[in-house]
């Protein structure tokens, strides 16, 4: 049974970083499709980031340039690296490959 545990979120400050990570077990990311979503109070769960078997990334407008995917396939970890978080970032981050998805991150970003 595929299992996937998002680490990393946390409070930060406007114009401030962070990292999340996905970890699976029972999946293997490298020929994987991996997303990260998320979900703010009140508002659906949105599509962010995705990284392909191939290794091709896309993102959302509202994240794009800020927000890089990546991935490695020694540790069968992906991350979401977040720079210039803006409050509207604020929301339980979710990462989701072949239909199993993690518990969730929280990423608050406030001053």
């Known amino acids: 049974q595929a299992q996937l545990v998002e680490s990393g979120g946390g409070l930060v400050q406007p114009g401030g970083s962070l990292r999340l990570s996905c970890a699976a077990s029972?999946?293997?990311?490298?020929?994987?499709?991996v997303n990260w979503y998320r979900q703010a109070p009140g508002k659906e769960r949105d599509l962010v980031a995705t990284?392909?078997?191939?290794?091709?990334?896309t993102y959302a407008d509202s994240v794009r340039g800020r927000f890089t995917i990546f991935r490695d396939s020694a540790k069968n970890t992906v991350y979401l690296q977040m720079n210039s978080l803006k409050p509207e970032d604020t929301a339980v981050y979710y990462c989701?490959?072949?239909?199993?998805w993690g518990q969730g991150t929280q990423v608050t970003v406030s001053s």
């Open positions: 989701s490959s072949r239909g199993n």
């Open positions: 029972g999946i293997i990311f490298s020929i994987s499709v």
């Open positions: 990284i392909t078997s191939a290794g091709t990334t």
